[in-house]
């Protein structure tokens, strides 16, 4: 199971860096239409939604009282109904500013490698308590990891929108 997780956090943030590195800096910054993120904007939200996985992560001991994984479908279909718009929470809101594709992608790699350094080494049927995910509550790692894909799945569904407009 671990290695298949593996693997699809690899494919779902080559695709993202992939996207992200077809972006001139100019467009990165551009608003491809009215009340849009721009494509910075949006790897932002990932970069705030992504902050801190690796402590919230490794800090979760807690057996969960059901199954570890009882979340993953509910969470992705939410995530993969690309036909819903969501509003993000303010504390992963993106500042409207001039975004650096440099730095995005650096901080990118860097949520990556702290996923799959979970995958190798944590146990991922254990609940992240410090975190609760709003209408569902704790996750465990397994789910975390699961919405964290599925999440980098949506954004990159959006991103290559965002590059059609532009273009």
Not at 13 to 18: I, M, P, S, T
Not at 62 to 85: C, H, V, W
Not at 101 to 114: G, M, R, S, V
Request: contains cysteine.
């Amino acid at each position: 199971m671990n290695n298949e997780l593996r693997a699809e956090i690899e494919k779902a943030f080559k695709d993202l860096n992939e996207t992200i590195s077809q972006f001139s800096e100019e467009q990165l910054n551009a608003f491809p239409f009215e009340g849009s993120w721009t494509a910075g904007e949006v790897a932002q939200h990932l970069i705030l939604s992504g902050a801190d996985i690796g402590n919230v992560l490794k800090r979760s001991d807690k057996g969960p009282n059901r199954e570890p994984e009882a979340n993953i479908e509910k969470l992705r279909s939410i995530f993969m109904d690309y036909s819903t718009q969501m509003k993000a929470p303010d504390f992963i809101e993106p500042v409207k500013k001039e975004y650096s594709k440099d730095e995005q992608l650096i901080a990118l790699k860097n949520i990556e490698e702290e996923v799959l350094e979970a995958i190798d080494t944590l146990d991922l049927t254990k609940l992240c308590t410090e975190f609760e995910f709003p209408g569902i509550g704790n996750l465990t790692r397994l789910e975390i990891i699961n919405f964290i894909n599925f999440h980098t799945l949506r954004h990159t569904h959006q991103l290559k929108n965002i590059y059609q407009k532009l273009k």
